[in-house]
């Protein structure tokens, strides 16, 4: 009994609950009488031994009564039970009794036992009784730390005592073989593991006087497949697959170690029983007996008797009366027991013992055929591959081919020969010898050695029996086994094999966690000489083995008396088997070894118990009240004659039904006990009414599964497959509803044991599992009716049906005559739904036996409504779904085919000429149909569908003349429906409306549990998701689309896929591609796919996105009207194709178009200039990756009319050309040394031109430093920079809303930046990888917007330099934008071919023009930033400078004559812009100054070898500036001759800053600091004020510079003259650069004597 939890808050007139009962048993007309001494104390449950009893109270104390000879001495008896004061202080959560021994549990798990111990019963070593309780030690020794088992349950027999621990394993100690232990050493006072069981899950154990029984939890069902992959008998493999060195051999034929299993009924049954149970646990296979022989005239006999043997075997449907489940689980599951059938058999002949068997019990299937059905004989014998060769063609053809197996018998002899005789035992040749006292010997040898071997535990039996299995197959491998099958028997078998997932028990996993389990098998072992195994057999078993008759009977409690047992199954009925000398079985028969069904009267027995030599069973009587039956001794007392008589059949106990509501009995040796609860309120009458009904409930839900739907499942043609897979559906619900309910009532009957507690009732706790199953089970079966499946069904089961009426009323409770068979059925299927009702209504009453406010009270109120509206709900879908069919029987029936579908319901219909379509023709004839997922427009021959989820509908407004008018709007219609009166307007539009509705949210089939049912909404969402297939519009036609709706238009979020494999997913409005998207095109000649991800704008790739071709070809830029339409970048190939170029510039109408840059990179020649049409036209520029250097005219692709042409050693030509570096006509070519030729020119650049001209030789006086004059114009025939990159500004300006440069409303830009941050950051969102913190925190300072007010200052200044700095730093803002597409366009120019020197001034000029229309742009947004070169006074607050580096006077920061700050976009911009484009901008401006450096810094190195001082002198820097000490590594020292990189050296290394400097004001202030720090270290040594000279001044300054040894000083000197603000050349900091330039040029030209 399970222990459940105490409830501090007890139900009223809890007193009157668990008081006992005890009178004597062996009569019928017994008094119970209240047992003395207990008052007030509730007895939750009670244990019974020989002669004495435990109590257990709810307070966990445990008490004793009767003889305790262990305490109290041996005669005397307690009649009033005592205490057990030793176990005071553990809460003890179950008890039981042996014959003379008692044990305990306590809520920790630790066991106490006390009593005789002669046995070792107690486990407690050498003592002979244990007179107080004593814990005892159960440790697993498997566990590393020792760890101590915990127990939930424990069973007493006679000598031994077991224990079932919290993880499902059986514990045993005591003496004899009902251990299950492998060991011959008794008494066994250590607990040991019953290994035999380990890794199975037992749920209950029982010990009677000398055996045990356990009841487990089957193995998980493998998914059934339709064609068996395992043995159903002993789950090896049928198929196997042998590799050998060539070849593999794949064999059916496999050898069922355990038997044939031989069946006449329909295979269904195999499905039953759970194919796994026999895989754990069986450790004899067959190749193990070799010593074990027969004769083989016996086993001829046994052939044929197993040939021909009787059919009037048990059919399936009746099975339960049988004493086995069915002949296919055979009784000989072992071949030990073969074997000792075998031994009992040498004494009389094999035929005697067959005939009497034969004649004997004409109710069981006769022994030979157990036989013959099980002896797995050993390969050794003939008949072992006989045997085996039966079983692989039973297992293969499923069905009895015995006869075939005789006339094949003959012809495979020889190869049975060859197969046969293993060699490696010779004894083995002599087949008939006799099994006489030597072979007795070699069996116990045997014996032994099984018994060794099962020792290991089960998993590994498997691996040993999969050894074997392959022995067997290869033994097998045999051509044309089944070539002598009837086809007719194949025909059949292919047709069972179809049907075999027709009725698996649909076991749901959940239930089966929360509810007992009925999936269990019994186990039983120890002595058998009754027959209480139930082996069917009167033979010991040493260890745990399966009764398999009990196989699929769904056992839920198990009682061992002296010596019988009994099986109680969740249908109520109960199985005995053993001894029945005083008949105890309950039924007529001599003692069974095989269990057999007991006949009890009553309605269902519950509880059983079984004691020394007599049975109890508790069963409902009409009233719900339990009683209580007794069967076994009977001592009549009439006339003083002791006459010892037994019960013919169980008797009811009237007495004790009198006392109360029996809650459990316990029979033990000389007394019964009853405990009993009064009925207080009625509460534990509605308990007891609920339990009794649910498993009445559940007999009846069997009966229909077993006696009805098996068979119909079972039938031929049953109509389409779509018919049989509802049915199998429908049955595959019921079956699982039908287990639940039998979990339930098995739940219910160990609650009536426990506390009852109403809240810890199943159908409260687990409400759900039944609402769901209740509710699925509907759906199906609704399904099925409206499908018109009852009636399909009539057809094929008329036979079936009319043969078994009776059957079908009683199972269906209707009465009346001549009922159709239809009905019949509809009302066995859907008599379910009835029990939701009865649930509602017993609830209620419980609920009634507690206070309203109570807790109680409220869960089982709520509980009631929650069923009762589940049952109303059920029952509105079951109206509709016969709503349906009766429509559908009216329908016309072409159209019935295309529209009637399972889960379709009919909610309204216009058959009246309630509706009709507006503006319809005269004779057009249109009926609209309303189902809950679409409406449907039916005309004379054709109707379309059309879907709800897509389907909008609204009231025409009255005064537009439409009088009682709807508006349907579908994707691709719009139509009116006008009404014939305003109710049905409003019928249709309400009826349409809740339809939509439900059919979007698609929850038809729940309800709210609990919330009285859902209100529907009136208006379903205008904005909604569905699916939808476009059957007509031109654009979208047959595509699919699914995402979100507005109106019968796409809009949001959807995917699009067309019929061709086009897809297009992202945003939509009004019905069209909008917004961000992505759209693949897949291409056929390719076999790949274009792919674009980008925006939309109606319908079309409009805006920024990336399109890549199929081709390989990649384009990043903008669209217009899916064109490439702006600035744009496309790259063709990879750089290992055929040809791999780049192009980065301005489109027009998907061609090039306006300024563009294309790098041919196979060429190695990149061109700058304009494009049109896709050809280079106009001015442009080109370089190519030798030095060549062009710039002029081009036409169609061509350099034509006015160029220049440099080379790398500066030979320049200026003139005309006609095809690329093809000189034509007049021109100039000018050599390095300035000689020059003037003339016609025609022929190929590098390869002789021809010359008509004159040579000049200029003079050598001019000044020879004037270049070539055509270098001095290099640029003029170029593109001007502000032609370039056109289309990037005005992208930006677009964004900002403006049509061109500066013309637009500022607010309305500052508006168009915000939308632009919150759409991008919103679709950044959804992938946040794509956005880092910091990145996030830019965004969110870009949100606020600089405000002007008042006089602009250089505050304010800042502020929108710090907001450019933000806005330049993140891509989502415009100008973030811009100045990252300027970035790429200037890298993409300027790096790789395009590094030639001869750039380095276009670059240059570039940068100027970007800061010119970047400032524009900047201007335009903050309107009160004065204009270039305008000052911002300082503020009087300021300092008014310091003193002036060279002259004493103190100034500003500028000569300007207004002290001020210069605004220049220089100042603004160059910060943001220039660290960008410095990489290649200044490898420029290395390659222009290569020959100058490589001077300046050969000096520089020679320069450097010198000491300090010998460098100060040779500098000419005067005495007096040499420092004195310097400081190094942060100590003084005098500088010496040789001291080497000392002196000056904070002015040094703050010189070579300048190289980590980007923008010219950087580097002019490092050069600033540099002076200050030189003036500081003079200052030092001087140690006084003093005024620099520039002659003093210069040598200083060459020396640190030279110090400084800066690799690229020309190109910073470059770079700070070219890009430094205007305004700063003639103050301090240009004098200072000036100084810097004029070291620089110094160093070139010293003369390093």
Known sequence: MDSQERSSEEAEGAKERGLVYVWKAGSRSVTPERLPGLSGRTVLQAALGSHHGLLLTEAGEVYSFGKLPWRSGPEECVNSPILENALLGHRIITVAAGSFHSGAVTESGVVYMWGDNSAGQCAVADQQCVPEPQPISICDCETSPLLSVRILQLACGEEHTLALSLSREIWAWGSGCQLGLITAAFPVTKPQKVEHLAGRVVLQIACGAYHSLALVQCLPVQEMKPIPERCNHCSQPLITMTDKEDHVIISDSHCCPLGVALSENQPEDHVFCPSSDTSEGRSVTAGRSEDCQKPPLE???????????????????????????????????????????????????????????????????????????????????????????????????????????????????????????PSSEPGSQSGSRSPGPEALKDTREEQVRLESMQGKKSSSLVDIREEESEGGSRRLSLPGLLSQVSPRLLRKVGR???????????????????????????????????????????????????????DGKEVIHLSAGGHHSLALTAKS???????????????????????????????????????????????????????????????????????????????????????????????????????????????????????????????????????????LLGLDNLGNA????????????????????????????????????????????????????????????????????????????????????????????????????????????????????????????????????????????????????????????????EYTLGFWKTFPGKMTDSLRKPERRLICESSNRGLSLQHAGRFSVNWFILFNDALVHAQFSTHHIFPLSTLWVEALSEEAGNVNGLKITTPEEQFVLVSSTPQEKTKWLRAISQAVDQALRGTSDMILYGAGGNVPRQEPPISRSAKYTFYKDPRFKDAVYDGRWLSGKPHGRGILKWADGRMYSGTFRAGLEDGYGEYRVPNKALNKEDHYVGYWKEGKMCGHGVYSYAS???????????????????????????????????WVMDKKSGYGVFDDITRG???????????????????????????????TNKMMGTGILLSEDDTVYDGEFSDNWTLSGKGTLTLPNGDYIEGLFSGEWGSGIKITGTYFKPSLYENEK??????????????????????????????????????????????????????????????????????????????????????????????????????????????????????????MTYVGVGANRRLLQEAVREIKSYLKRIFQLVRFLFPDLPEEGSTIPFLATEPKGRRSFCSGKSDSRSESPEPGYVVTSFGLLLPVLLPRLYPPLFMLYALDNEREEDIYWECVLRLNKQTDLALLSFLGVQAKFWPGTVSILGESR???????????????????????????????????????????????????????????????????????????????????????DPYLQHGEQGIMFTTLKACYYQIQHEKLT
């Not at 293969?396 to 005789?421: D, I």
């Not at 007992?516 to 260890?543: A, C, I, M, N, Y």
């Not at 217009?1120 to 190939?1133: A, E, K, V």
């Not at 280079?1176 to 030095?1187: H, K, L």
Request: glycine share 8%.
């Open 299 to 421: 086993q001829h006999r046994l052939v044929g008797l197993q040939s021909d043997g009787p059919s009037g075997l048990p059919s399936s449907d009746g099975r339960e009366e049988g004493g086995i489940s069915s002949s296919g689980n055979t009784l000989f599951s072992d071949k030990k027991e073969v074997k000792e059938y075998l031994i009992g058999l040498s004494d009389n002949s094999l035929s005697e013992s067959l005939n009497k068997n034969i004649h004997g019990e004409p109710e069981q299937p006769t022994q030979e055929e157990q036989l013959g059905a099980c002896i797995p004989g050993p390969p050794g014998s003939s008949t072992s591959t006989l045997n085996s060769l039966v079983a692989s063609c039973a297992s293969a053809v499923g069905v009895r081919v015995a006869a075939t197996y005789e006339a094949g018998a003959l012809s495979l002899k020889k190869v049975m020969n060859f197969y046969g005789t």
């Open 496 to 550: 069972a094999k179809m049907r075999t997932v027709a009725l698996t028990p649909t076991y749901s996993g959940e239930a089966d966690a929360l509810l007992p389990s009925l999936r269990t098998e019994v186990w039983s072992w120890g002595k058998g000489k009754e027959g209480q195994l139930g082996h069917g057999d009167v033979l010991p078993r040493l260890q745990p083995l399966c009764v398999k008759s009990l």
């Open 573 to 711: 009925q109960v199985y005995s088997w053993g001894s029945n000398i005083s008949g105890q079985l309950g039924h007529l028969n001599s003692p069974t070894t095989v269990p057999r069904l007991t006949k009890v009267c009553g309605d269902g027995i519950w509880t059983t118990a079984a004691g020394l030599d007599y049975s109890l069973f508790l069963a409902d009587e009409k009233d719900f009240q339990p009683g209580l039956y007794y069967c076994g001794q009977e001592t009549s007392t009439e006339n003083n004659l002791n006459e010892n008589s037994c019960t013919k059949s169980p008797v009811l106990l009237v007495a004790c039904s009198k006392v109360g509501y029996i809650s459990n009995v316990i029979a033990g040796g000389d007394n019964c006990l009853a405990l009993v609860d009064k009925n207080v309120m009625g509460y534990i009458a509605s308990l007891h009414e609920l339990a009794a009904t649910e498993r009445r409930f559940y007999f009846k839900l069997s009966e229909i599964k077993s006696q009805v739907l098996r068979p």
């Open 722 to 881: 779509n018919t049989i897979q509802l049915l199998q559906e429908m049955a595959s619900r019921f079956s699982k509803l039908c287990y639940l309910i039998g979990q339930h009532g098995a739940s219910l009957t160990s609650f009536l044991h426990g506390v009852k507690e109403a809240r810890s009732l199943a159908i409260l706790k687990h409400s759900s599992l039944f609402l769901d199953s209740y509710t699925e089970y509907c759906t199906s079966v609704t399904n099925f009716l409206v499908m018109g499946g009852f009636m399909l069904l009539a057809k094929p089961a008329i036979d079936f049906l009319s043969k078994n009426q009776d059957l079908l009323q009683k199972l269906s409770d209707k009465n009346e005559e001549n009922l159709q068979l239809v009905e019949v059925l509809n009302a066995l299927f859907f008599m379910p739904f009835g029990r939701l009702h009865n649930y509602a209504r017993t609830l209620l009453k419980l609920a009634t036996c507690f206070e309203v406010a109570s807790p109680e009270y409220q869960k089982l109120q709520d509980s009631s409504s929650c069923y009762e509206s589940l049952a109303v709900h059920l029952s509105r879908k079951i109206k509709e779904a």
């Open 1112 to 1146: 390989g070809e990649v384009y990043e830029g903008c669209f217009q009207d899916n064109m490439r339409h702006g600035h744009g970048l496309l790259r063709s190939g990879k750089l290992t194709s055929s040809s791999p170029s780049m192009f980065i510039g301005q």
């Open 1165 to 1195: 020649e990149k061109y700058m200039g304009m494009w049109q049409d896709d050809l280079c036209q106009g001015n442009g520029v080109v370089v190519t990756q030798f030095g060549l250097y062009y710039e002029g005219a081009f036409s």
């Open 1266 to 1387: 004037d270049k070539p004059k055509a270098l001095r114009k290099l640029g003029i025939l170029a593109v001007s920079p502000d032609e370039k990159w056109k289309a990037v500004f005005e992208e930006c300006w677009n964004q900002l809303g403006c049509e061109s440069p500066g013309q637009g409303d500022r607010w309305k830009a500052w508006d168009n930046i915000a939308v632009a941050l919150t759409t991008n950051r919103r679709q950044h969102k959804d992938s946040p990888e794509l956005l880092s913190r910091s990145h996030t925190q830019t965004l969110e300072s870009l949100e606020f917007i600089p405000q002007h007010i008042g006089a602009f200052t250089l505050e304010k200044y800042e502020n929108i330099k710090k907001y450019l700095i933000k806005a330049c730093d993140t891509p989502l803002h415009p100008l973030g934008k811009l100045v990252e597409t300027l970035v790429a366009v200037y890298r």
């Open 1534 to 1620: 005098k500088v010496s001759s040789n001291t080497k990189d000392a002196c000056f050296a904070s002015a040094v290394e703050c010189l070579q800053q300048i190289s980590t400097t980007f923008t010219p004001a950087d580097k002019l202030k490092v050069i600033q600091q540099t002076f200050e720090e030189i003036s500081q270290s003079v200052l030092e040594t001087l140690q006084e004020d003093f005024l620099w000279s520039m002659d003093d001044l210069f040598p200083v300054f060459l020396y640190v510079v030279l110090r400084a040894r800066i690799r690229n000083l020309g190109s910073e000197v470059h770079l700070i003259e070219d890009l430094m």
